[in-house]
T-cell receptor, first 112, second 113 residues
Framework: EADIYQTPRYLVIGTGKKITLECSQT?????MYWYQQDPGMELHLIHY???????EKGDLSSESTVSRIRTEHFPLTLESARPSHTSQYLC???????????FGPGTRLTVL | QQQVKQSPQSLIVQKGGISIINCAYE??????FPWYQQFPGKGPALLIA?????SEKKEGRFTISFNKSAKQFSLHIMDSQPGDSATYFC????????????FGKGTKLTVNP
C-alpha cells in the first residue's frame, strides 16, 4: 500500500473561489505528478516535479499552479475556480530512478 | 499524437471468461510497460509490468504478452471475476531518469456474474 495522501477527498465550491488541493507522500520519492481525470476516463498530466524547487507543466494545459518546497509535499492551487475545473485530480509519486508511479486516492472537485 | 493506443474502449465479459485488452506503442525506445487497474473512486494501482526482454509475464490470473516486433502488448485476465470490473490503463516509458509514463486512454471492463 503506497503512502500517498490527498486532501480533501471531495470538495464542492462556488465559482471564483481560490482552492488548494493537498498531496503528501511519505516514501521520500523525488518525482511527483498531478493528473486530471474525468471519472473512468483517460489521465491527463497537468503538472510534474522532479525534486524540490522543480516544477513543469504537463501535456494538458491547466490554469492551476503547483509548488514543491518540500520533497514530501506537492500542493496544487486554483486561484479562481470555474465550473470547467470540475473533475477528479490525482496525485502520484515515483522514485528517482524508476517510473512506477504510486497514486493517491484523488480529490473530486465540483465547482458550482 | 498519441504514443500509446489502447483498445477496446469498453469490454463486457462473462464470469469465468478471458478478458483481453490490447495496446500499441510508437516509440521504440520504450522499455517499461506497466498496466494499472482503477476502481471507481480510487486512484490507479500498478497491476503488472513487463520489460521488452521477455515475451510474457504472468502473475496469478493476469498475464502480459509482449510483441516487440509488432510494438504491441496486451493484458489477459483469465477466469475473469466480477471483482475484476474496473478501468485498466496500459502505459509505456523509458525506464529511469526523467522520462514520464505515457498512458493509454483506458478500457472499462465489466465482468457479469
Amino acid at each position: 500500500e503506497a503512502d500517498i495522501y490527498q486532501t480533501p477527498r471531495y470538495l464542492v465550491i462556488g465559482t471564483g473561489k481560490k482552492i488548494t488541493l493537498e498531496c503528501s507522500q511519505t516514501m521520500g520519492h523525488d518525482k511527483m505528478y498531478w493528473y486530471q481525470q474525468d471519472p473512468g476516463m483517460e489521465l491527463h498530466l497537468i503538472h510534474y516535479s522532479y525534486g524540490v524547487n522543480s516544477t513543469e507543466k504537463g501535456d494538458l494545459s491547466s490554469e492551476s499552479t503547483v509548488s514543491r518546497i518540500r520533497t514530501e509535499h506537492f500542493p496544487l492551487t486554483l486561484e479562481s475556480a470555474r465550473p470547467s475545473h470540475t473533475s477528479q485530480y490525482l496525485c502520484a509519486s515515483s522514485p528517482k530512478n524508476l517510473n512506477e508511479q504510486f497514486f493517491g486516492p484523488g480529490t473530486r472537485l465540483t465547482v458550482l | 499524437q498519441q504514443q500509446v493506443k489502447q483498445s477496446p474502449q469498453s469490454l463486457i465479459v462473462q464470469k469465468g471468461g478471458i478478458s483481453i485488452i490490447n495496446c500499441a506503442y510508437e516509440n521504440t525506445a520504450f522499455d517499461y510497460f506497466p498496466w494499472y487497474q482503477q476502481f471507481p473512486g480510487k486512484g490507479p494501482a500498478l497491476l503488472i509490468a513487463i520489460r521488452p526482454d521477455v515475451s510474457e509475464k504472468k502473475e496469478g490470473r493476469f498475464t502480459i504478452s509482449f510483441n516487440k516486433s509488432a510494438k504491441q502488448f496486451s493484458l489477459h485476465i483469465m477466469d475473469s471475476q466480477p471483482g475484476d470490473s474496473a478501468t485498466y490503463f496500459c502505459a509505456a516509458s523509458i525506464q529511469g531518469g526523467s522520462e514520464k509514463l505515457v498512458f493509454g486512454k483506458g478500457t472499462k471492463l465489466t465482468v457479469n456474474p
